[in-house]
């Protein structure tokens, strides 16, 4: 159970960003399996993070276009 609220836990952040359908969560800084170092951010398509608002917020109104077929 407590799994549970964590997973649900780690897609709510006050700085996501939601338009429509659209969603591009924030995510704190880590460090893959990879060892690949990952800036905190918000995450765009592909796993790449950013830290500009706009390129963000213009990425979920896109998805949340594509979303509804426009």
């Known amino acids: 159970m407590q799994e549970e609220r964590f997973a649900f836990a780690s897609f709510d952040h006050p700085r996501n960003i939601k338009v429509g359908n659209g ?6 800084e880590a460090t893959d399996t990879s060892g690949i170092h990952h800036q905190e951010g918000w995450v765009l398509p592909g796993g790449v993070r950013t830290r500009d608002s ?3 917020h213009a ?4 998805i949340d276009e594509l979303s509804r077929g426009a």
């Open 54 to 56: 706009d390129a963000a």
């Open 59 to 62: 990425t979920a109104v896109s």
């Open 23 to 28: 969603r591009v969560l924030w995510a704190k």
